[in-house]
């Protein structure tokens, strides 16, 4: 069964910085498009970054120069930097792996920055 897992969230003041890793297991790890996507109470869940199976990264406007998304195919690990962190980043982080006609997430993992 493919198992993506999430880990490194957690509590960080504003401006502060946390990496995020999602460990993916029983599959075929580097052909599939890697993404974070968040959700926060009341609102949608929606993307944050992905990055492709040949390494190109797409980020939502609202994080583009804070958070950085790469992958090592060699660990099956994809991982989030987030720096400068805001009170509105605050969400439950979820893993992604997506190749046509599969899709599979992780169980999230809770970020939330306060002072």
């Known amino acids: 069964q493919v198992q993506l897992v999430e880990s490194g969230g957690g509590l960080v003041q504003p401006g502060g910085s946390l990496r995020l890793s999602c460990a993916a297991s029983?599959?075929?790890?580097?052909?599939?498009?890697m993404g974070w996507y968040r959700q926060s109470p009341g609102r949608q869940r929606e993307l944050v970054a992905f990055i492709t199976n040949d390494g190109n990264t797409h980020y939502t406007d609202s994080v583009k120069d804070r958070f950085t998304i790469s992958r090592n195919n060699a660990e099956n690990t994809v991982y989030l930097q987030m720096n400068s962190l805001k009170p509105e980043d605050t969400a439950i982080y979820y893993c992604?792996?997506?190749?046509?006609?599969?899709?599979?997430w992780g169980q999230g993992s809770q970020v939330t920055v306060s002072s």
């Open positions: 029983r599959i075929f790890f580097s052909v599939y498009v």
């Open positions: 992604k792996a997506e190749r046509p006609g599969q899709v599979y």
